[in-house]
C-alpha cells in the first residue's frame, strides 16, 4: 500500500518522516480554498481536509492511503488566513500581541470508499510584541507565507509565552491524532510494520 502526503508543505513532510514514515509520495492539492460564510474554524478546515485528499485520491492508484491537512488560525472565532502583504501582516500580528489565540488542524485519512475527518485545536499566547519587534520580523519575510503571519517552528517562537495543546498541530500536523487516525486504517507505526523501515 503506497502513502500519500495530499500537500507541498515542507513542515508537513517533515512531521510524517518525525512519526516514522520514510516512504511516502507527495501530491499537491489543486483545489479552492473557498468556503461559504457562517462555517466555525473546525468546520472550515475539516472541510478542506477533505477536499484536498478527494483531490489527491483523483490523481492517485485506489489502493493509495491519502493524508490530507489543512490549518488556520483563530482569533476570537474569526479566521486569520495568510497575509497578502507587510501591511497585512502587520495588522494580524499586532491583532495577537499580548493574546490567546487557537490553531486548528483538519486532517483527513482517505483509502478507497473510506474517509475519515478530525480536527485538532491548539490554543497559543503571544507575549506582548513591541512595533519595532513586529516589523524586524516581518523584515525576516518568515510571515508571509504562514497563516497568521507567524511560524512556530521558526522565529516566530520568540513571540509564543504559552502553548496548550499539540505543537506539532501548530506546525501544520497534529501528530498525536494521525497516528490515531492510521491506528483505524491497519497502520501501527509503533509496532514497525514495515513504513518505518522503509
Not at 521558526?154 to 504559552?162: N, Q, T
Amino acid at each position: 500500500m503506497e502513502l500519500i502526503l495530499a500537500s507541498n508543505s515542507p513542515r508537513r513532510r517533515e512531521l510524517l518522516g518525525q512519526m516514522g514514515i520514510k516512504n511516502f509520495k507527495m501530491i499537491s492539492p489543486d483545489v479552492d480554498e473557498s468556503v461559504e460564510p457562517g462555517l466555525s474554524p473546525a468546520e472550515i478546515v475539516e472541510r478542506l481536509s477533505r477536499r484536498k485528499a478527494a483531490a489527491a485520491a483523483g490523481k492517485a492508484g485506489p489502493d493509495c492511503l491519502i493524508i490530507a491537512a489543512d490549518t488556520v488560525v483563530a482569533l476570537d472565532g474569526a479566521v486569520l488566513g495568510k497575509p497578502r502583504n507587510k501591511e497585512g501582516a502587520f495588522a494580524m500580528l499586532a491583532a495577537l500581541s499580548g493574546r490567546e489565540h487557537h490553531v486548528y488542524t483538519g486532517v483527513t485519512v482517505l483509502q478507497g470508499e473510506r474517509t475519515v475527518t478530525e480536527h485538532e485545536e491548539t490554543a497559543v499566547t503571544f507575549r506582548a510584541l513591541e512595533e519595532e519587534e513586529i516589523w524586524g520580523y516581518i523584515a525576516t519575510g518568515e510571515p508571509m507565507d504562514k497563516a497568521g503571519a507567524y511560524g512556530i517552528q521558526g522565529l516566530g517562537a520568540l513571540l509564543v509565552s504559552g502553548i496548550r495543546g499539540d505543537y506539532c498541530n501548530v506546525v501544520g500536523l497534529p501528530v498525536f491524532r494521525l497516528g490515531r487516525m492510521l491506528g483505524r486504517f491497519g497502520i501501527h507505526l509503533l509496532q514497525n510494520e514495515g513504513y518505518a523501515k522503509q
